[in-house]
C-alpha cells in the first residue's frame, strides 16, 4: 500500500526511483486516491489470436486490400471526457511545477546492457510552415507526460523542405531550436531525422511538406531529376539518385546539398550533440527509407497489396543501366528496364517477371538487373553514409538508416515488392544482408519497420509474414554485427502489437542471441489518441516493460498494476496533453 505522498514522490515509488526519506511528505492515514489500482487480469485481455483477413483475387489487374492497416488496429472515437479536461486546467500549474523536476523510472538501463529504451515520434507538423513550434502548450504538456512516462526520448523530422525552403544555402532552424531545447528542458534524448524527402503521399503522412522550391525549380526545368516509372509517370518525393553525383541543383550535386544541410545541422546544434541530441537518422528516399518510390500511394497509384514498378526510367538512371549493360557485355538489355514487370497494382502472378515458374526475375537478364538497381540504392546510401560519418564524427551521436518493412508477398518466390524497391531479396538470395553489411562499415544502426505486425493479421492470399521478415532482417544484422532498432509501420494502441514488439524486440531469432535485444525502439506516433487513458495506461506498462530487458524475471500483471496507479497519479498531466494536442 502507498500511502499519501506529494505528486513527484507518488511517481518516482511507482516507477521504482529511489527517492529520499521525507517525513513531511506521509501522512498516517492512506487515502483512497493513492490506493486505486485495477485488477490486471481485469482490464488487459486477451485479443482475438485466430482473427483473418482475406483478399480476393480477381485476376484483374487492379486488386486491393480492402484494409490498409492491420485487422486488430483498435477504432478510435471519442472525445476527453469534460470532467476530465475541467481537472485539467485545475492542476495544469501545480503539476507543471512538480513534474519538470521528477526522474521518472530509472534511467540508464541501456548503460546497464538491459531494456530496450523507448522513443516516441513526434507528429510531422510539429515545426509550422512559417518555422515556428506547433501548438506550443500542447508540445510541451506531451513531453512532459512522456517523460514522466519513462520514454528515453523524442524522434523528431528535421525538413529539408522547411529549414532550406526559399534559397539554396540559406538555413532557418527557428521552429526546431526552440522544439530541441524543450526536449532538453524535459530531459528528453532526441533523435533526429535528416528528412531529405517530401512528406505527404505515403502511409500515415497527415500533412504536406514539399521539397524546397528551388530544388522543385530545378525538377521542373529537367524532369529527369524526378524518379520515373516506365510510363513517365514522374515522383517528387525524392530527387532521383540517379542524379546523386550530377551538378544539377543550383551548382550542387543532391549529395552535396544533402551533406551541407546536415553539416549545417550540427554547426548549428553542436552545443546539444550527444548530450540531448544522441541520433541522426539520415533520410536516403521517400518516407525517410532507403528505398526507390515503387508503391507511391498518392492520386492513388499504388494500393496494397500490390507489386509496385521498378523506377530506373528517368536519363540518368537509363544512362547508368546502358553502361552497365555495355560492361557486362549485353549492350540490348541497357536501353530500358523489365517491359513485363506489370503495373503497381499487379500481383506476381500477373507478371512474366515476377511469376513464380519460369519468370523473368530469375533469369540471366533478371539477375543481370536486379544486380544493377539494387546495388545503385546501395551506392547511394554508401555516398550519404560516408559524408554523414565525416560530419558527425566525435560528436557523441549515431548514425541510423531506415529501411522499410515490405511484407507483402515475401511468401512468394519472387519478392516482387521487395525487388521493385530495391532490396533484391528472393526465396534464394539474402538481400538485407547487403545492405546490413554496407551500414556495418560506417558504424550505422540498422533501423525497421513493421516490429508490430504478425503474419495472420496480415491478408494471406498476398502471402504476407511481416514476422518471417523481422527475422531474417535479425539475422542479417547479427551477422554483420550491426545493432537493430525498431519502429511499428501503423499507429496501434493495443497491448496485442505491444507484446509483438516486446517479442521483436527480444531478438531470439535462432537460439544464440540471449545476450542481444534492439538497441532502441520508436514508437509512432505521439497524438491525443495516444493519452486517451486506455491506451496511456497500456503504452505506460509497455514502456516499462521494455526497460525491464528480456532478462528480467518479473510478475507483468504487477507491472501492470503499477501502471494502473501510475496513469491514476499523473492523470490531470495527461490530460492536458490530450486537450491540448486536439485543438
Request: glycine share 8%; net charge negative.
Amino acid at each position: 500500500m502507498i500511502m499519501a505522498m506529494s505528486l513527484p514522490h507518488q511517481i518516482r515509488a511507482i516507477a521504482g526511483t529511489p527517492i529520499a526519506a521525507d517525513p513531511g511528505s506521509l501522512t498516517s492515514e492512506s487515502t483512497s486516491s493513492s490506493t486505486t489500482t485495477v485488477n490486471a487480469s481485469a482490464v488487459w485481455k486477451n485479443p482475438l489470436t485466430n482473427l483473418r483477413v482475406s483478399v480476393k483475387n480477381t485476376g484483374d489487374n487492379d486488386r486491393v486490400s480492402p484494409l490498409s492497416s492491420p485487422p486488430l488496429s483498435p477504432v478510435i472515437g471519442g472525445n476527453i471526457r469534460g470532467d476530465l479536461s475541467v481537472a485539467c486546467q485545475a492542476f495544469a500549474t501545480e503539476t507543471e511545477t512538480q513534474v519538470e523536476n521528477l526522474h521518472s523510472f530509472p534511467e540508464s538501463l541501456e548503460k546497464k546492457g538491459k531494456g530496450v529504451p523507448v522513443f516516441v515520434m513526434m507528429p510531422l507538423d510539429s515545426v509550422k510552415m512559417d518555422n515556428t513550434v506547433n501548438r506550443r502548450k500542447a508540445m510541451n504538456a506531451s513531453l512532459q507526460a512522456l517523460k514522466s512516462a519513462g520514454v528515453e526520448g523524442i524522434m523528431m523530422d528535421v525538413w529539408w523542405g522547411l529549414v532550406e525552403r526559399d534559397e539554396p544555402g540559406k538555413y532557418n532552424w527557428g521552429g526546431y531550436t526552440e522544439l530541441l531545447e524543450m526536449a532538453k528542458k524535459h530531459g528528453l534524448k532526441v533523435q533526429a531525422v535528416m528528412s531529405f524527402h517530401q512528406c505527404g503521399g505515403n502511409v500515415g503522412d497527415s500533412c504536406t511538406i514539399p521539397l524546397p522550391k528551388w530544388v522543385i525549380e530545378e525538377m521542373d526545368k529537367d524532369p529527369d531529376l524526378a524518379y520515373t516509372d516506365q510510363w513517365g509517370r514522374r515522383n517528387y518525393e525524392y530527387v532521383s539518385l540517379g542524379c546523386d553525383t550530377v551538378p544539377a541543383l543550383k551548382g550542387r550535386t543532391p549529395v552535396q546539398c544533402y551533406s551541407d544541410y546536415m553539416r549545417a545541422f550540427r554547426d548549428n546544434f553542436e552545443h546539444l550533440l550527444g548530450d540531448t541530441i544522441v541520433e541522426i537518422q539520415v533520410g536516403m528516399g521517400p518516407a525517410g527509407e532507403l528505398r526507390y518510390p515503387s508503391y507511391p500511394e498518392q492520386n492513388g497509384t499504388w494500393k496494397f497489396p500490390g507489386i509496385g514498378a521498378f523506377q530506373c526510367y528517368d536519363k540518368y538512371m537509363l544512362s547508368s543501366l546502358q553502361a552497365a549493360a555495355e560492361a557486362y557485355g549485353k549492350p540490348e538489355w541497357g536501353s530500358t528496364g523489365p517491359t513485363d514487370a506489370g503495373h503497381y497494382n499487379n500481383w506476381p502472378e500477373d507478371t512474366n517477371f515476377f511469376r513464380k515458374e519460369g519468370g523473368g526475375w530469375a533469369s540471366e537478364y533478371g539477375e543481370f538487373f536486379l544486380t544493377w538497381y539494387s546495388k545503385m540504392l546501395l551506392d547511394h546510401g554508401e555516398r550519404i553514409l560516408q559524408s554523414a560519418k565525416a560530419i558527425f564524427e566525435n560528436r557523441g551521436v549515431k548514425i541510423s538508416v531506415k529501411i522499410a518493412g515490405i511484407h507483402w508477398h515475401y511468401g512468394t518466390r519472387s519478392h516482387a515488392p521487395e525487388l521493385t524497391a530495391g532490396y533484391y531479396n528472393t526465396r534464394f538470395r539474402d538481400g538485407y544482408l547487403p545492405i546490413a553489411q554496407m551500414l556495418a562499415r560506417h558504424g550505422a544502426i540498422f533501423n525497421f519497420t513493421c516490429i508490430e505486425m504478425r503474419d495472420h493479421e496480415q491478408p494471406q492470399d498476398a502471402l504476407c509474414a511481416p514476422e518471417k521478415l523481422v527475422r531474417q532482417v535479425a539475422l542479417a544484422t547479427q551477422e554483420a554485427q550491426v545493432p537493430l532498432a525498431g519502429e511499428n509501420a501503423l499507429q496501434r494502441y493495443d497491448e496485442y502489437a505491444h507484446e509483438q514488439i516486446l517479442r521483436s524486440a527480444a531478438l531470439d531469432v535462432d537460439g544464440n542471441s540471449s545476450d542481444r535485444e534492439m538497441c532502441a525502439f520508436t514508437y509512432l506516433r505521439m497524438n491525443p489518441h495516444l493519452f486517451q487513458p486506455d491506451n496511456w495506461r497500456r503504452f505506460v506498462a509497455f514502456v516499462k516493460k521494455m526497460k525491464e530487458g528480456k532478462d528480467v524475471h518479473k510478475c507483468w500483471e504487477q507491472v501492470e498494476q503499477e501502471a494502473e496507479h501510475f496513469v491514476h497519479v499523473t492523470q490531470p498531466l495527461v490530460q492536458e496533453a490530450a486537450v491540448a494536442l486536439m485543438h
